[in-house]
C-alpha cells in the first residue's frame, strides 16, 4: 500500500492536496507523514488566504525576533496538527513532524527514520511560491529515490 510524505505548509488543508490525499486514499494508500518546514513568518504570504478556516491563523504582533521564532514554530505546529486530524479523518493513518527552514532538507532528515513511497510537494500558486522560485521539487527529487509530485494550490 505504500507510505506518503507530504511537504507542506500554508497549503495544508486547502483543496487541491486535499485532493491528491483523496485519490491517494482511494489507491489505498493508507500512511502518511506530514513535514512541516519551519517556516519563517516573514516569507509567509498573506495575500494568499483560502476560505477555509483551516487558516484563520490570527495576526501576533512581534516584539523581537524570539517572539516572531515562536509565533512560526506556534503556526507550523497548529497547521500540522491539524493536517494530521484531517488525514485521520479521510482514513488515513497520519504522523508528522516540523522540519528545518530548507523543505530539501526537512525531507532528508525525514527520510533517515520514514520510509515512503511517494512524497507530495504542496505549495502556493505560481507567482507566489518561494518554494517554486526555488526550484524545490526538482531539490527533494535529487535527494529521494521515489515520485515527486507538486501540488499547486488554487489562487
Not at 77 to 90: F, G, I, N, T, V
Amino acid at each position: 500500500m505504500g507510505r506518503c510524505l507530504i511537504v507542506a505548509n500554508q497549503t495544508l488543508g486547502g483543496a487541491k492536496l486535499d485532493a491528491a490525499v483523496r485519490e491517494r486514499i482511494d489507491a489505498g494508500v493508507r500512511d502518511f507523514h506530514v513535514v512541516v518546514p519551519l517556516t519563517e513568518l516573514g516569507y509567509e504570504v498573506a495575500v494568499w488566504s483560502p476560505p477555509d478556516p483551516f487558516f484563520a491563523l490570527p495576526a501576533v504582533p512581534m516584539e523581537d525576533v524570539n517572539d516572531a521564532r515562536a509565533e512560526a514554530r506556534r503556526r507550523c505546529e497548529l497547521r500540522l496538527q491539524r493536517m494530521l486530524e484531517r488525514l485521520r479523518d479521510a482514513g488515513g493513518r497520519a504522523e508528522g513532524e516540523l522540519g528545518d527552514p530548507d523543505g530539501a532538507e526537512a525531507v532528508r532528515q525525514a527520510l533517515q527514520h520514514v520510509r515512503v513511497d511517494e512524497v507530495l510537494v504542496s505549495t502556493l500558486p505560481p507567482g507566489l511560491s518561494r518554494w517554486l522560485r526555488l526550484d524545490l521539487p526538482s531539490r527533494i527529487a535529487r535527494v529521494v529515490d521515489v515520485p515527486v509530485t507538486t501540488v499547486e494550490a488554487e489562487e
